[in-house]
């Protein structure tokens, strides 16, 4: 998986929200700015950092980030995991066509681990929750192509 | 404003005052020798999970609802579920599934502490006062035909209109958000005073608040971005359906029995069967595309609602034991609000000045507008006779709603 | 009562109404809805030259409010929405919430337009024909749980049109709100009734009434009894009345916050598209109505009175002490109906119940861990005060 982690990974997934509107558009608003973490491991010698913002039916924005800018980037909530488990979650995503149940944002991040969902602010962390089914559906665009 | 007016009465309010508490260890201590904390502690699985499949406390086993055409349907689930109408008599629960069984092990003695008669689910548990032939239908057809305002309405649509149409045009719109906030807050207290083993009914009547709210929410956007804006308060439009929605509800205080079918003939059959009426002659003088629709989508949710109330008083009427005296007391609820209505509403300047506007196309061919409105107002009580007919409840002979237009 | 006048009487004065009079002479002028200058203070009408160009969203109540900027401290005691015009001696109608404060919320607007666009059918928009066969254990582990939710999702709509028509339509935004809980609960009860019948399971035992009637005067010691706190025991005394402030706390902040933990526990466990979906589905919902109530109860905070503050903190805190060790916090979390099945789907086969129990331990955690953090946010810490055990006592 040469192309996780990188801006361009989470650009392809961009690319397809915005020309899937319609899709999207009957998930629902989205309201919120990201941070997606990829930690250190035994297959990414250091930690990467992805910003995004989602507008609407829209990802309006993808970025890297240096680990200093991620507190200023202001994300709502922060999704965060080590690289391996980045990788086993858009594995699984490309071989089922979509997130299997072991490998649901939610599930992934429920007790913390593998994933973490979390933020300065709880209620803000909320709308990760209250919008999930637009950032699965982001996440699952991987699966194209 | 010293002397406190509400509008529909409601039980009071009261300001809590915090109450000593047991110190901490002591609650910690509690919790720790709960029955159930000892329980879980064993690490076990209970009585939910040893009672027979079959013959035991557990309910239906090895039913499989298969979706129908339009999904996972009510229908879907009667086709399978033995119990598909609530027959049984109610059982003494506030929040309680009607599938699942009453507990053996919760005391008779126990049971009127758990789920007193008054002041919650269980004021109106009978099934004359409730249910409907077609609940299921009824409440999937609510839901499916929910509009989802992103997806229904195109904004970017909406088209400037001549101030003084605009100015009509918006005049009809604050009628109608008054309706729909008067229907959501006399039907709203009910909710909570049906028995759960009414869940369909239940379910509906929270769609139904919900309707209220979505057109609430469009009107006022429509209201605010066209170029005009909230227009002038209908006093009276209300007139009578007050005075019985509240005698009806009796503020939902006291150990009294609350009129649901009142209500239910008062807010849905009439005020839901006026605003459809009203709403098709605005639509007909609607001048363009995007306002027309709008109001079209509201006037398929009032259809809805109107033919759930005449279904709910066709029930009533025949369900309801004799010594009820139903049809008695519909016809004396009616008696008390039509001539009110007929003056206050059918009559009110607030409400017909606009819409004789927007039918003439203008103040300045005013005179064509009324002539429409002349021709179409006896319809308006036409049809709700007509409705009472259907159901069973002739007021022909009684009623107050004139047949010609006195003006 | 008045005496119904005969249908004669009733024409009659029909006929004689002064509008009715000159409409029969043919005198269409309209009245002062139509002739006054809409921004004369004098005139009854409203606001006028309100213009909205509609974004990518269309037009929404977030946008609409930042540009207007109209929203009120006091309601105005009227039945119009909020801009509406009155007459001068129109009557002014005593609302028991008519303070913005008392009903307003943190990101209210922008929580309403999310749940205006996020409604779904739990009749067609759960992929029914995507569930599949479980091990018996599992389903019936599944059901069980079901027959919990089934009822429990459609309590608050029981009590929020209570409240609903005690806000002044000076805030339409509140009242609108919390229609849209109502019509989701109402689908979370059915779509819970509807899997119970959809996968060969079936509806189990009553899951709460036992729970209930122990739940209070044993977590709470001989010296509170229920009878002592009319006001707060919840369920268990029907009659409770809550101040607005408090449902916000009990039913929104508390009680849907530990639902909500269970839905993501839900989809956690789901073996099934059928089943994660629906439980992603009302875990949306449900963080909505916590927020809500978390948002509103720190915009109360922030903006009641000095002295309305205090004793609303006292009350809010007596509340959260009471609830933590009652039936929506503690009781919740100890159910054996609810949390044994929990363990058992954890699990994944009864040989496997302690793996399932560690699960369910580190869920706890996580759950009070969450409720604590939004306490924090909405201006009342409950770190040293929380009656819920910050690690389960089993
Ligand atoms: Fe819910
Ligand atoms: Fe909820």
């Given at each position: ?111 913390g681990?593998?994933?973490?969902i979390h933020g300065v602010d709880q209620t803000r962390v909320d709308?990760?929750h ?16 | ?14 300001r809590l005052r915090p109450r000593p508490l047991p110190p901490r260890e002591e609650v910690v201590a509690n919790q720790s020798?709960h029955?159930?904390t ?370 | ?100 404060y008392e009903?307003?919320a943190y990101n ?48 608050p ?58 739940m209070s005067?044993d977590t709470l010691s001989?010296a509170l009894?229920p009878?002592?706190h009319?006001d707060v025991i919840g369920p268990?005394?029907?009659?409770a009345?809550w101040e607005f402030l408090g449902m916000s706390y009990s039913v929104q902040m508390m009680g849907e916050a530990v639902v909500l933990d269970f839905?993501r526990f ?20 449900e963080a909505r109505h916590v927020s809500f109530g978390t948002m509103r109860i720190k915009y109360y905070l922030d903006h009641a009175?000095a002295e309305e503050r205090e004793r609303a903190l006292e009350m809010l805190h007596y509340f959260a002490s009471v609830d933590e060790a009652t039936a929506s916090g503690f009781g919740l979390l100890i159910n054996?109906?609810?949390i ?21 331990r580190e869920f706890w955690a996580g759950c009070v861990e969450e409720y604590l953090a939004r306490c924090d946010r909405a201006g009342f810490p409950r770190r040293d005060k929380c009656l819920i055990p910050r690690e389960a006592p089993f």
């Open positions: 998986m040469s192309d996780f982690p990188s801006v361009d990974f989470f650009r392809v997934l961009q690319r397809r929200m915005n020309d899937n509107s319609d899709k999207f558009r009957a998930l629902g608003f989205t309201d919120s700015r990201a941070v997606f973490a990829v930690r250190a491991d035994d297959e990414l010698e250091d930690d990467r950092y992805f910003g995004a913002v989602f507008e609407v039916y829209d990802c309006t924005e993808i970025c890297e980030l240096e680990a200093s800018e991620v507190e200023a980037y202001d994300p709502d909530w922060i999704l965060e995991a080590d690289c391996a488990d980045w990788r086993e979650m858009i594995a699984n995503i490309r071989a089922e066509g979509a997130a299997d149940s072991d490998h649901t944002l939610n599930r992934l991040s429920l007790l681990h593998p994933f973490r709308v990760f209250r919008q999930q089914l637009s950032y699965q559906e982001f996440f699952d665009q991987a699966a194209e192509g | 404003m010293s002397e406190k007016r509400e509008r529909l009465r409601t039980l009071e309010m009261p020798r029955f159930q000892v329980k879980l502690s064993r690490g076990e699985l209970g009585h939910w999970f040893h009672t027979p499949l079959d013959g035991g406390e557990w309910s239906e086993w090895g039913k499989r609802a298969r979706p129908d055409a339009v999904g996972m349907t009510y229908m879907a689930v009667t086709e399978v579920c033995d119990r598909p109408v609530p027959e049984v008599q109610a059982y003494r629960r506030l929040m309680h599934s009607r599938f699942v069984k009453p507990s053996p092990r919760v005391p008779e003695n126990l049971e009127e502490r758990l789920a007193p008669k008054w002041g919650g689910a269980r004021e109106i548990e009978e099934k004359y006062e409730v249910w409907i032939d077609d609940a299921g239908p009824l409440a999937e057809e609510a839901l499916d035909r929910q509009w989802r305002p992103a997806l229904s309405l195109r904004w970017e649509d909406m088209q400037r209109l001549p101030p003084p149409l605009e100015r009509a045009f918006d005049q009809i719109l604050t009628w109608l958000l008054q309706c729909e906030y008067f229907c959501s807050d006399a039907v709203g207290g009910y909710v909570g005073r049906l028995h759960y083993r009414f869940v369909e009914i239940k379910s509906y009547l929270a769609y139904e608040i919900f309707d209220y709210a979505l057109h609430a929410n469009a009107l006022r956007k429509r209201l605010l971005s066209n170029g005009g804006g909230m227009g002038a308060q209908v006093e009276g439009f209300d007139a009578g359906l007050l005075e019985v929605c509240n005698e009806a509800s009796q503020g939902f205080s006291g150990e009294v029995p609350r009129d649901f079918n009142a209500v239910v003939l008062a807010i849905d059959v009439w005020l839901n069967g006026v605003m459809l009426d009203l709403l098709r002659l605005a639509a007909a003088g609607a001048r363009s595309e995007f306002d027309r629709r709008l109001l079209e989508r509201v006037m398929q949710d009032c259809a809805r609602h109107v033919s759930w109330g005449c279904k709910r008083i066709g029930c009533y009427l025949r369900d309801a034991p004799p010594e009820r005296e139903a049809a008695e007391r519909l016809h004396a609820v009616a008696d008390r609000f039509e001539p009110a209505q007929v003056e206050g509403h059918l009559l009110n300047p607030r409400v017909l000045e606009p819409l004789a506007l927007l039918l003439g196309g203008g103040p300045e061919n005013a005179a064509a507008g009324w002539s429409v409105l002349r021709e179409f107002w006896p319809q308006i009580g036409e049809r709700w006779l007509a409705r009472l007919d259907a159901v069973g409840l002739n007021r022909r002979d009684r009623c107050q709603v004139p047949t010609q237009p006195p003006f | 009562m008045a005496s119904i006048p005969t249908r004669r009487e009733a024409a009659e004065r029909y006929a004689n109404l002064p509008q009715v009079r000159r409409w029969r002479d043919g005198n269409y002028e309209p009245g002062a809805w139509f002739n006054s200058d809409p921004e004369s203070p004098e005139s009854p009408w409203g606001n006028w030259g309100r213009e909205f160009k509609p974004t990518r969203r269309g037009i929404t109540t977030v946008d609409l409010n930042r540009a207007f900027d109209d929203v009120p401290d006091q309601g105005a005691g009227l039945v119009v929405d909020r801009g509406g015009g009155a007459d001068a001696g129109a009557t002014r109608w005593e609302y028991p919430l008519n303070q913005r009903v307003w209210l607007e922008s929580l309403l337009e999310e749940a205006i666009s996020r409604q779904w059918s739990a009749t067609s928009d759960l992929p029914w024909d995507k569930l599949e066969p479980l091990p018996d254990d599992q389903e019936r582990a599944m059901c069980q749980f079901l027959s919990f939710l089934h009822p429990v999702e459609f309590t709509t029981d009590i929020l049109p209570h409240y609903m028509m005690r806000v002044d339509p000076s805030f339409p935004e509140v009242r609108q709100f919390m229609a849209t809980q109502c019509a989701d609960e109402s689908r979370h009860m059915e779509a819970f009734g509807k899997r119970m019948f959809a996968n060969g399971g079936g509806p189990g035992i009553e899951p709460t009434a036992e729970a209930l009637l122990s005067a001989s009894k009878e002592d009319p268990t005394n029907p009659r009345t839905f839900g989809e956690f466990l789901g073996r099934n598209p059928c089943d994660k979906e629906m439980f992603r589905r009302v875990l949306q919902d009175p054996p109906n609810v044994e099945p929990f363990a058992l789907m954890a699990a994944g086969s009864t040989g496997e119940l302690d793996k399932g129990w560690d699960m369910v």
